[in-house]
Nanobody, 115 residues
């Protein structure tokens, strides 16, 4: 069973940057597209960035131009570089398969953007 462990979150000022990493216990590259999701208090979890097994990337309009998703097959990780962070980016960030109903979730990593 694949397990995801997210890390790299923290408190940053508006305009700052963070790099999130997701370590998978099993091979995640192959037929699966991977994504970064986020969930803010009182909001639904949303997919903000995705990368296919072939390397194609997609972003939610809210983060396009600011976030970059990448993968490292050798390290079996999926990363999210977040630049020009805004307070509205504050949320718990999770990585997972791109699916309407992923079977399991990790603990996520908290990102707080505040002055």
């Amino acid at each position: 069973q694949v397990q995801f462990v997210e890390s790299g979150g923290g408190l940053v000022q508006p305009g700052g940057s963070l790099r999130l990493s997701c370590a998978a216990s099993g091979s995640i590259f192959g037929i699966y597209a991977m994504g970064w999701y986020r969930q803010a208090p009182g909001k639904q979890r949303e997919l903000v960035a995705a990368i296919t097994s072939g390397g194609n990337t997609n972003y939610a309009d809210s983060v396009k131009g600011r976030f970059t998703i990448s993968r490292d097959s050798a390290k079996n990780t999926v990363n999210l570089q977040m630049n020009s962070l805004k307070p509205e980016d504050t949320a718990v960030y999770y990585c997972n398969f791109v699916s309407k109903a992923p079977p399991r979730w990790g603990q996520g990593t908290q990102v707080t953007v505040s002055s």
